[in-house]
């Protein structure tokens, strides 16, 4: 079965490259969205345009990225990359409706942008002066406080050659469930019920600022400032009732807490440099961001008789930087061709000061040692890259790009190891007409590490802990993918992307053996383990009702499914990646009744996702669904767009099984089963703009 999964990949990286021997004639347009097709929703930004194009969906191209790289998101405003890391969403959502042009859906092969690829959205704007976007969300479900401070405000607008815009927003939750817990031992007798509740309370305020200035033709310079917190606090109780004498009748409080704060500023300047005949130009990038997270965790059990019998405290910082520069020099030796060289460099680094304390027999709260919970990790890391995109005909594009990067890791333990890692892809667009693309690309792609792993931690709910490992070494894997797209007309699309990936190093959860006796497991922790692999597909179709006299209705339809393999390092079997997706399906329908200011609409969708396996316990995470929505939309009450929606109308509920093992997971010792019901949202949002 390996054998054939490598075949499937080889044969998506062999027809990827040989897309740049068949040269073939036709004429290639890009798709044009003018402001006049997007009327019927009422939008009132630039993310609510993009967001109704048929087929296309926004990537911020951040996922697991490092540093800035090539490519980026799949969104262009007037022609250029968006600027540093601004979400590709944030952006488009602070552009006013009101000063969109047009939306081109181009090939991103066919751009001299090195990095993109398949669709990409360009939007054309103009100036119309001091404008702004307001939204304001409001949701109630029973059990909860009331969610009413959620909303977002922006202002922008053109003094002169320079662009500005301002944008305030609060992106709060209010969520939880309540639900029955059972434990069973392993003959399947119930030894204890249990009656939990959980509430998960979170606060997003932050400001931004953005600014572009174009002194003099050809010369653009971007800044961007964000500021953000994030207040979270969680609480779960459980009241336990014993069934037999294996079960306790006590109640637990679990508690957790976070006051983060997070900012980043990223600045740009792109100018002619050299070889001003075949258009060179330079770009000089500087981004730093920083991130501030004070949390505390606390356990506490109490016996009806005895009260308080148990306790711990968990507290920890962590200080997280990130500074990144970086270099581009591009130029067009030919008008169907392109080159680019960038050079890159990151510094990364957290500092985290951690600490236990336990509840003794005398009703006070001691310190308890944690070997590797304080530390701190750095990483410098240097990077460079060609990359050349070429027209091979009007059907085809081609983007090829190489280059290699070298990182130095090291920890206050005294321990530095450095890495040098080769990377690069290639990517080929085959356009045989304006209805059909085909993109292929072939990535070697090296994974970021999370700093967090090489420092220890504790889960006082769980009961376990979790072994820092500074050995740590970044996984690796060569990615090979395939995308359709098939535009059918009159808003009707299809599109199937099919793709593998062949890992090294994959970082997941591996055993800790006692020093003495080497065959004895005494925990676990996150490392390294030699090979995975990754296989699936993502299929997604646009119906829309004119083209048979439905005007108005539009019909959205996502199946994505995924398969893993990677072999257990306790047990040694073939199992799924932990926590990796299995599948996912969402339907969405939206009706603007025409002639009328009404819309409703109808959404479901439900996602699975594989075991987590640890040194002694296996853990289900189960959202029961699917969940469903039904809204109602007015887009003009006194100049305002409203919408209602009501939420969960299948009942879903967020349940959890786990299967708790001797160490090595030998002997079945309990199973804990329970289910937490949502109840119904309600969610009022308005919106507008000036």
Not at 27 to 40: C, E, L, S
Request: without cysteine; proline residues 3%.
């Amino acid at each position: 079965m390996k054998s054939l999964k490598s075949a499937l990949l080889g044969g998506l990286v062999a027809f990827t490259l040989n897309t740049a021997a068949h040269a073939i004639e036709a004429d290639k347009k890009a798709q044009v969205f003018a402001p006049d097709y997007f009327n019927q929703y009422a939008p009132r930004t630039a993310l609510d345009m993009v967001s109704r194009i048929p087929g296309f969906q926004v990537d911020s191209g951040d996922n697991g990225k490092r540093g800035l790289g090539n490519g980026g998101a799949n969104v262009l405003i007037n022609g250029n990359r968006i600027s540093g890391k601004t979400n590709a969403r944030d952006q488009l959502s602070r552009i006013n409706a009101k000063n969109v042009i047009s939306i081109e859906i181009v090939d991103g092969t066919s751009l001299d942008i090195p990095g993109l690829s398949g669709q990409v959205a360009n939007v054309i704007t103009k100036n119309t002066g001091v404008t702004g976007t307001w939204e304001w969300r409001g949701e109630l479900r029973t059990g909860l406080e009331p969610n009413l401070l959620g909303g977002k405000a922006t202002v922008s607008g053109e003094m002169g050659k320079l662009a500005w815009s301002f944008t305030a927003q609060n992106n709060p939750f209010r969520n939880g469930g309540r639900g029955l817990e059972t434990l069973t031992d392993a003959a399947n007798t119930v030894f204890e019920t249990r009656f939990e509740d959980g509430q998960f309370y979170g606060d997003q305020p932050g400001v931004s600022a953005d600014f572009t200035w174009k002194p003099r033709d050809k010369h653009i310079a971007n800044l961007n400032l964000k500021y953000n917190q994030f207040n979270f606090n969680g609480r779960e109780t459980s009241k336990r009732t014993a069934i037999t004498t294996a079960g306790t009748t006590q109640e637990t409080l679990f508690s957790n807490a976070e006051d983060e704060e997070n900012g980043s500023i990223d600045i740009d300047y792109e100018f002619p440099f050299l070889k001003q005949s075949q258009n060179g130009k330079l770009k000089l990038i500087g981004y730093y961001r920083f991130e501030q997270s004070p949390t505390v965790s606390r356990f506490d059990i109490f016996d009806p008789n005895l009260g308080q019998t148990d306790g711990s405290r968990f507290f920890q910082f962590a200080d997280e930087q990130e500074l990144i520069g970086r270099t581009e020099y591009s130029w067009k030796p030919r008008a169907d061709r392109d080159w680019q060289i960038g050079v890159e460099g990151v510094f990364n680094v957290l500092d985290i000061e951690s600490s236990l304390l336990l509840l003794d027999a005398n009703g006070d709260f001691v310190d308890e040692p944690i070997e590797g919970a304080t530390s701190r990790v750095e990483e410098k890391r240097a990077e460079a890259t060609v990359t050349h995109s070429r027209k091979l005909s009007d059907k085809w594009n081609l983007q090829a790009s190489g280059g290699a990067e070298y990182s130095q890791i090291s920890q206050n333990t005294g321990l530095t190891r450095s890495f040098f890692r080769p990377n690069g892809f290639v990517s080929a667009t085959y356009k045989p007409n304006d209805k059909l693309t085909i993109t292929t690309k072939a990535e070697r792609v090296v994974g970021q590490l999370s700093f967090f792993d090489f420092i220890s931690s504790v889960s006082l709910q769980d009961n376990l802990d979790t072994t820092g490992n500074t050995n740590l070494v970044p996984q690796q894997s060569w990615n090979g993918e395939i995308e359709f797209d098939k535009n059918f007309g009159n808003g009707n699309t299809f599109k199937a992307v099919f793709y593998g990936r062949l890992i090294s190093d994959r970082v997941d959860r591996i055993p800790v053996f006692d020093d003495v006796d080497p065959t004895l497991i005494v925990g676990d922790a996150v490392g390294n383990i030699d090979s995975a692999q990754q296989y699936g597909m993502n299929l997604s179709a646009t119906v829309k009702g004119d083209k048979w006299g439905y005007k108005g209705l539009q019909l959205d339809l996502t199946l994505n499914l995924r398969n893993s393999s990677i072999e257990d390092p306790i047990q040694g079997f073939d199992r799924r990646i932990n926590n990796d997706f299995k599948s996912y399906w969402a339907v969405d329908f939206r009706h603007d009744i025409p002639k009328t200011d009404w819309a409703w609409g109808l959404f479901a969708d439900q996602f699975h996702q594989a075991d987590n396996f640890r040194i002694s316990t296996i853990n289900d995470f189960t959202f029961a669904g699917p969940w469903g929505s039904v809204f109602i939309e007015h887009k003009d009450i006194f100049g305002m767009k409203a919408k209602f929606t009501v939420g969960n109308l299948f009942d879903a509920s967020d349940d959890f099984r786990r299967e708790v093992f001797d160490n090595g997971r030998v002997n079945l010792l309990h199973t804990e089963d329970r289910s937490r019901e949502f109840d119904t949202t309600y969610r009022l949002q308005l919106s507008g703009s000036f």
